[in-house]
Each structure stands twice: as structure tokens, then as C-alpha cells.
């Protein structure tokens, strides 16, 4: 089958199990890269698929091809059964329920699906993967239901759904359009469905890749989180007239965590040049408050978890996850636990702890910029309180938002529960903990942008003194999408458009500084 990018894909990129990136995954989920086989990966997975066919060929027991699953892996399957057998797991195990993962989070999932099976220790044939890769590149997006799986013998529930619309089967949409049956949606693509052979049906659900997908995602837009809360913090620290010595270099060096000196040089470049802060800078004041003062610490300890997500997911991404494991090389079958998800539920769990550092530091500095006690500025941002109420209630949001995500930082990955008759007697919840991941990077983006937008407030109120050049370029972005306020209105569209702004990544490049 001939992989076509189709007119509204750039480039393509060509899958080979070993090095695709979170980047390029992000741009797969959008629709902004095509996907192929690389040369390499079709050799490998021919010769993986050359094992199989003569396993399935034999008559010694290799689960998967000729037994049954899970509980029922003692149970011997009859040659001319190899195919229902892989069709009647895709059918049974498409069994989750709730709202459909998002759109990006399926292409993403089945990116990796493919990343994983151009590997080659799968065994399915050249032709059922092209099939999936000609899924992405056309738009056809299967419908996927974000509950049921525990993430142990990987993803079922998700993948099933997901391989079903291979066969003609289960739901899906073609570029948008609406929800159709999967044959239709076949058909619309102008692809016709696959008739599975022995052990592809294993093959196309035995995996972590959409805990893996959710989380990287979320990843990505953590990153741009912590980018975006340096910023939000230089905007807080000058327009509440804070200090920049707790910034000084030599304090971040006697303490060398790379991300507490990586936020710290941000902040402080940012801030140079502010006739805000040259204005006060012999006030006498001897310390800020730690939501201003530790600000570097606390972004910099969120960074460094990121880090270790993004480089535990980069992993899983590139990673074989199947049982068994086909070796060609070596003609051999293997049974193991590779689809086990604990290393990323830690990872997600992780994710979620680490945002909410960054919001719950946020949450506190709008606290401030709005309380005249703390701030030296009009009650609430506005010049007319009591009859107007400013930014009163958009605080309330961002504490509420910030308990919310405490919630959600609690640990997924250290539940258990056994499944599949006790055989599966440790699962690692690695699905709940990324749905989790993904619902706080959502929640820390808004708080952040309450921050912002006081922040920004605050630099107004200050005039004719200006913040620096880099803030400016901020706050003019910022005022572009969000106006000053002078009388109230509601700040939910301004929340909601900064917070949007973050987590595209266009809020940070409207920085003239460069923020790292």
C-alpha cells in the first residue's frame, strides 16, 4: 500500500521504533507532519512477520497466536480459528465507556501504535501498519473512549476501539465530519478494511500508546507552562515592585539545580531595564514575600520533574511494548511485561504534582496583586472599587482552580487492582494517572493566566512608570487579545484566550526576550 501525504500535510516524517520525538509526535497529533514506514522498519517487521507465520504454522503453544488471553491462556486454538481469534479480541475488548479522547490524543496514540510496530518485535504484516499510517495521513480518526484501562497488557479497551475501524468496525470521523460507522469511514478514505491474520489483533491493542500520547501531550504543554510562569512572574515582581537581588546568579549557583538557574535567568533578564523597578530600588525594603522571592526555586523544582517526564515518555515512545515479543533474528517467540505502564504512570503522576507548583505559586502572587494591603495598588486592580469589583472574582477562580489541581496531584500509579481472573494481579493505572496529567496542565494554564492578567493590570496602573523592554512586548501582546480594564466585564474570554495563547506556545513567542 502506498503511503500518500495528502495536500494539507507538509512533510513526512518515516517512522522507525527508535527516534521519533515529542516534538514530532506533537506535530503528527495536529495534523502538521505526515507519517510513512522507514526502509529499515519494513525489514524488520517482514522478517518478525516471517516468525509468526511459521509459528502459527506449528503446533507447539505460543501465546497470542494459538491461545487464548489472559485468564484463558492455556486454551488451545484450532488452525482455522487464528483469524476469528484475533478479530474476537478486538471485539471484546472494545469495551470502555465515557467521553472520547480528543482528536490529537488519538492521532497521537496512534502515531506511537505505529512507532511501536515499525520496531518489529510485533509480527503484524507490512500491510495492516500501512493501513494504520494511511489512517493518519488521511483523517480518519477512530472514536476512542478515555475510560477502561487499568494500563496493564497495555491500553486494551482504547486500542481496541481504535483497531476496530482497521476492519471495517467501531466508529470514527474523516477530517473533521461527523462520527460514521468505521466502514464508512473506510470508504470515505477511499481505504478498505483488513482481514486479520494469527496474532495481529494482539499486535494492534498490547500497549501503553495512549497513556503514553495523553502524557505527552500534557507534557508539552507543561513545558510551555513553566516558560509562560517565568514570564507571569517577572510581569508579578514588577508590577508589585518586588526586588530583583533574590535573581543574582551567585545565589542559583551555590545551589545548582539546572532548572531553579534556567528560571532565574529568565525572570532576571526579563526584568532588566525596568523604570518600574529603578524606581524603587533604594525603598528599604530588605525581603519579599516567597511567592516573589523563591519564585526560582519553586519554577526551577517543576522544570527539573519535566525534565524526567519528558525523557521517561521520549522513551516509552520509541519502545517495544508487546507480549510476546517476536525476535527474527533469533526465530523466536517470547513472552515478558513490557506493556506494563507503571513507567508511565509515575511519569504522568509526576506531571501533575509538578504543575500544580507552578500554580499554586501563581494563585498565591494574583493574591497579592489584587489585595491593596500587600500591593500599594487600587483594591482589585480597578481605580473605582466598591462600585466595581475588578479582578475580585478571577482570583477566587485561580484559588479554586489551585485546589482543584491539589486533587489532582494525588498519585494515580500507586493503586492496584487485580483483573483477568488474578492473572493480572498488578496494573499500573497509568491511563488514569495521564487523563489526570492532562486535566492539570488544562487547570494550571488558567491559573497562570489570571496571574497574567493582573499582572498586566498592575504594569497600567503603574504608568507613566514602564516595565522593560522585554515585558513590554508582553504586556502589548496581552492587551492585544485581553484590553486593559476600566470598567468591569466579565474575565472569563480574557482568561480563557490567555490561557490558549500558553498552551499554543503564542504567548511566550510574543516575548522579545528569549525565554528558555
Do not use: W
Not at 358 to 364: D, K, L, N, Q
Request: aromatic content about 4%; overall charge neutral.
Amino acid at each position: 500500500m502506498f503511503i500518500t501525504a495528502v495536500f494539507y500535510l507538509l512533510t513526512m516524517h518515516l517512522l522507525d521504533g527508535k527516534s521519533l520525538t515529542l516534538a514530532q509526535l506533537e506535530q503528527i497529533a495536529d495534523a502538521h507532519l505526515a507519517v510513512g514506514l522507514s526502509p529499515e522498519a519494513a525489514v524488520a517487521v517482514d522478517r518478525a512477520r516471517l516468525v509468526v507465520d511459521r509459528k502459527a504454522n506449528g503446533d507447539a503453544a505460543v501465546y497470542g497466536v494459538n491461545t487464548g488471553f489472559g485468564a484463558l491462556a492455556e486454551t488451545a486454538i484450532p488452525r482455522d480459528s487464528l483469524g476469528a481469534l484475533q478479530l474476537n479480541l478486538l471485539r471484546s475488548h472494545a469495551a470502555g465507556i465515557g467521553e472520547p479522547l480528543s482528536v490529537r490524543a488519538v492521532r497521537a496514540s496512534m502515531a506511537l501504535r505505529a512507532n511501536v510496530l515499525a520496531k518489529g518485535f510485533s509480527g503484524i504484516r507490512r500491510q495492516t501498519l500501512e493501513l494504520l499510517l494511511e489512517l493518519l495521513n488521511r483523517r480518519v480518526h477512530p472514536v476512542v473512549p478515555s475510560r477502561g484501562s487499568v494500563g496493564a497488557s497495555g491500553d486494551l479497551a482504547p486500542l481496541a476501539h481504535l483497531a476496530l475501524v482497521l476492519v471495517g468496525e467501531g466508529f470514527a470521523s474523516v477530517d473533521g465530519g461527523p462520527v460514521q460507522p468505521g466502514a464508512s469511514a473506510l470508504a470515505a478514505a477511499g481505504l478498505e478494511p483488513v482481514v486479520l491474520q494469527s496474532k495481529e489483533g494482539l499486535a494492534l491493542i498490547n500497549g501503553t500508546q495512549p497513556s503514553t500520547a495523553i502524557a505527552a501531550l500534557a507534557c508539552t504543554g507543561a513545558e510551555r507552562i513553566a516558560r509562560a510562569s517565568d514570564i507571569a512572574a517577572a510581569l508579578s515582581i514588577d508590577g508589585l515592585r518586588g526586588s530583583l537581588r533574590p535573581l543574582d546568579a551567585r545565589i542559583h549557583e551555590a545551589r545548582p539545580h539546572a532548572g531553579q538557574a534556567v528560571s532565574a535567568a529568565n525572570m532576571l533578564a526579563l526584568l532588566e531595564g525596568s523604570a518600574i523597578n529603578k524606581s524603587h530600588e533604594h525603598c528599604g525594603k530588605v525581603q519579599d514575600a516567597y511567592s516573589l522571592r523563591c519564585a526560582a526555586q519553586v519554577h526551577g523544582a517543576a522544570r527539573g520533574a519535566i525534565a524526567f517526564v519528558r525523557s521517561t515518555l521520549t522513551t516509552e515512545a520509541n519502545s517495544a511494548t508487546d507480549n510476546p515479543m517476536v525476535f527474527g533474528e533469533a526465530d523466536e517467540i517470547v513472552s515478558g511485561g513490557n506493556f506494563h505502564g507503571a513507567p508511565i504512570a509515575i511519569a504522568a503522576d509526576l506531571l501533575a504534582i509538578a504543575v500544580t507548583q507552578f500554580a499554586t505559586i501563581s494563585e498565591r502572587r494574583s493574591d497579592r496583586l489584587v489585595n491593596p494591603a500587600l500591593s500599594g495598588l487600587p483594591a482589585f486592580l480597578t481605580l473605582d472599587s466598591g462600585l466595581q469589583s475588578g479582578y475580585m472574582i478571577a482570583q477566587v477562580t485561580a484559588a479554586a482552580l489551585a485546589s482543584e489541581l491539589k486533587t489532582l496531584a494525588h498519585p494515580a500509579s500507586v493503586d492496584t487492582i487485580p483483573t483477568s481472573a488474578n492473572k493480572e494481579d498488578h496494573v499500573s493505572m497509568s491511563m488514569g494517572a495521564a487523563l489526570k496529567a492532562e486535566r492539570a496542565v488544562a487547570l494550571a494554564s488558567r491559573v497562570t493566566a489570571v496571574e497574567i492578567l493582573c499582572a498586566c493590570q498592575a504594569i497600567d496602573l503603574l504608568a507613566p512608570l514602564k516595565t522593560s523592554a522585554g515585558l513590554q512586548s508582553v504586556h502589548a501582546f496581552v492587551r492585544s487579545i485581553a484590553p486593559t480594564l476600566t470598567t468591569d466585564r466579565p474575565p472569563s474570554p480574557d482568561i480563557e484566550a490567555i490561557a490558549g495563547a500558553i498552551l499554543s506556545g503564542t504567548f511566550e513567542r510574543s516575548c522579545r526576550a528569549e525565554v528558555k
